[in-house]
């Protein structure tokens, strides 16, 4: 077994997909915790099907660089849906289920309509589920990835604080001078990165794992923030390369597999919590 | 001179008017009551006082060396809380948060300032607990020693009670009265419940016009006679 892993490892490609796979869980999972409790967990799949969306157009345009047309589309989307919506008309749930099922729905229409290439379906299984695309990446995309990764950890690290307290509380925050809506924006923002960035790895369907099961099950075990928070990301670390490397052992997807240790990791984590409390 | 003066407010928001030019000051050590139905006007009033929100019409504003950021807010729990996973010390910290700037850790005396509100409200033995874990009265301490860690003025408080039980309510209210009374710290308290007056020094009572004056005044005036009347018939009710 080890013998296979070293073998596979040797390869480059090998090796690129696991360093991308491993800095974009961890991304996800710091976040993940704040939107969970925020009750944004849906926050994920939702923005991840309007990225499916603007890649659709992005296809249909015959735009060279996919990127140019997803990325600022989904950031668009992630600040409409995070800012802190006192008077909005329609919010939370049903603004996120409008725009998923509505960008999912056009997208797919417009690749059916203007599709150039012969197996339509499998472009879409393939966008949505993850594809090999992760094991095809480029070292300008490995380098492009790290650097991503680099600057949101950076900035979860140096606003921590600040942004535990949006979280817990916005208007408290907002009344004694931390610029609430500057840090809605800026978790808007990293969200709509991380989730154009785990595309690749994981497929739409399946970045909501990466964003909620860490934390959740996190939350199972420790009480305090910082502590969820650290168990989170290192929970989604492991659970990343063990998915990686047992997707390579069984010949399984890696986007499924992935989400397969994550559940696993979760129904530990309860039933610790049960124990520890009986 | 006072610490917060309106002048000549008009609340309300798209279109409709909820109360017209409102005239009052708080001063140093005061203890204000704001009365009224819901949907008066009572959070829109707060958020102006706060400056979340702009009022319709006239001014707010600090006075005495108050800066706009000083009052120290107490909203009212929401659903988000209820269950989340933070240490009391987490979360009293985060009133250190507004003065920090772009400072992104905690200093030693704000870790002491912090320190010493837990203790002051008794709660410092709660430091490592889990806030979900607490009693509802646990809760609205953490909550009462995070504001205290952002002010020591002056408190605004939401309806500090409730969902609180009868003896805890009673409790928070002496509390609050004891940080008015030895710490000096003005207070400004939303609320429903007549008992809570028994502390205040003003009555704001905002409903069909407002009305502002001391207690006695507002207890002898037509609107609080009534209020006041409730409130007998209430206590004899429950004897």
């Known amino acids: 077994m080890i013998e296979t892993l070293r073998m596979y490892l040797a390869y480059p490609f090998v090796r690129y997909a696991v360093i991308v796979g491993v800095l974009t869980a961890l991304c996800a999972s710091l976040l993940g915790v704040s939107l969970v409790l925020k009750r944004f967990s849906f926050i994920g799949d939702g923005l991840s099907h309007v990225a499916f969306g603007a890649m659709a157009i992005a296809a249909v345009l015959h735009v060279a660089n996919s990127m140019l047309i997803v990325l600022p589309v989904t950031v668009l989307c992630a600040i409409l849906l995070l800012r802190p919506g006192q008077n909005a008309k329609i919010r939370g749930d049903a603004a996120i289920a409008i725009l998923s099922v509505g960008s999912l729905g056009i997208g797919y229409l417009l690749m059916n309509i203007f599709s150039t290439s012969s197996n339509l379906s499998g472009d879409v299984c393939s966008s949505l589920f993850g594809s090999t695309s992760i094991l095809t990446l480029s070292s300008a995309e490995v380098a492009l990835c790290i650097a991503v990764s680099v600057i949101v950890i950076g900035c979860f690290i140096f606003f921590y604080h600040k942004i535990f307290a949006v979280t817990f509380d916005e208007s408290f925050a907002q009344a004694t001078g931390t610029d609430a809506e500057k840090f809605n924006l800026l978790i808007a923002v990293i969200v709509a990165v991380i989730i154009v960035l785990a595309m690749n790895l994981v497929g739409s369907l399946l970045i909501s794992a990466l964003i909620i099961f860490p934390a959740l099950s996190a939350m199972r075990l420790f009480s305090s923030f910082l502590s969820v928070t650290v168990c989170s990301a290192v929970l989604s670390v492991v659970c990343t390369l063990t998915g990686m490397l047992g997707s390579i052992l069984w010949e399984t997807p890696v986007g499924s597999t992935i989400v397969a240790v994550d559940i696993a990791a979760f129904l530990i984590c309860c039933l610790i919590s049960r124990v520890r409390r009986a | 001179m006072a610490l917060i003066t309106c002048h000549d407010v008009t609340l309300g928001y798209e279109g409709t008017v909820l109360v017209e030019d409102l005239n009052f000051e708080i001063g140093s050590g005061d203890y204000l009551c704001i009365l009224g139905e819901n949907g008066s006007g009572k959070s829109t009033l707060i958020r102006t006082l706060l400056h979340l929100q702009d009022p319709v019409k006239g001014t707010v504003t600090e006075g005495d060396g108050l800066r706009k950021n000083e009052i120290g807010y107490l909203p009212q729990q929401t659903l988000v809380q209820k269950d989340f996973p933070a240490s009391v010390e987490e979360i009293v910290l985060s009133g250190c948060l507004g003065r920090s700037g772009f400072r992104p850790f905690y200093t030693k005396e704000e870790k002491a300032l912090a320190g010493k509100n837990m203790e002051r409200l008794g709660i410092l033995d709660l430091k490592k607990r889990c806030y979900r874990e607490l009693s509802g009265g646990q809760q609205q301490r953490v909550l009462l020693a995070r504001s205290l860690c952002a002010t020591q003025k002056i408190l605004l408080l939401d309806e500090p009670v ?78």
């Open chain 2, 162 to 239: 409730s969902g609180l039980d009868p003896k805890a309510a009673l409790e928070m209210y002496d509390l609050i009265a004891q940080l008015n009374r030895e710490s000096g710290i003005t207070v400004i308290m939303v609320t429903h419940d007549m008992v809570s007056i028994r502390y205040a020094t003003h009555i704001l009572h905002i409903g069909d016009g407002w009305f502002f004056g001391t207690k006695d005044e507002y207890l002898s005036s037509p609107a609080g006679s009534s209020f006041a009347g409730l409130y007998e018939t209430e206590q004899k009710e429950g004897e």
